[in-house]
Nanobody
Framework: QLQLVESGGGWVQPGGSLRLSCAAS????????IGWFRQAPGKEREGVSC????????NYADSVKGRFTISRDIAKNTVSLQMNSLKPEDTAVYYC?????????????????WGQGTQVTVSS
């Protein structure tokens, strides 16, 4: 079966950085659109950043634009999310997910394979 596993979460002070990694088992991530999503307490799950399956087009939520970067490591079959200048409002469980190559939107409803999530906590 297809599986995704997130890692790299943890606690960091405001202004700090974390790098999340999404590792695939059972399929090649290059063939799928990959998204990072997050869900904070009391809030809906939201798209943070997504990357297309082939051309490498990326998009970001306005709240993280300029601070977060999504990228693929083809050799390791992983997708990473580099998070800089973290803010307390970035605190959430972060999930990676895969969708078909035709997926355009960075919308959780369009993604069908999900990792288990990793906690990111930003506080002083």
């Amino acid at each position: 079966q297809l599986q995704l596993v997130e890692s790299g979460g943890g606690w960091v002070q405001p202004g700090g950085s974390l790098r999340l990694s999404c590792a695939a088992s059972g399929f090649i991530l290059d063939y799928y659109a990959i998204g990072w999503f997050r869900q904070a307490p009391g809030k809906e799950r939201e798209g943070v950043s997504c990357i297309s399956s082939s051309e490498g087009i990326t998009n970001y939520a306005d709240s993280v634009k300029g601070r977060f970067t999504i990228s693929r490591d083809i050799a390791k079959n992983t997708v990473s999310l580099q998070m800089n200048s973290l803010k307390p409002e970035d605190t959430a469980v972060y999930y990676c997910a895969a969708a078909g190559l035709a997926t355009i939107r960075c919308d959780p409803d369009d993604y069908n394979t999900w990792g288990q999530g990793t906690q990111v906590t930003v506080s002083s």
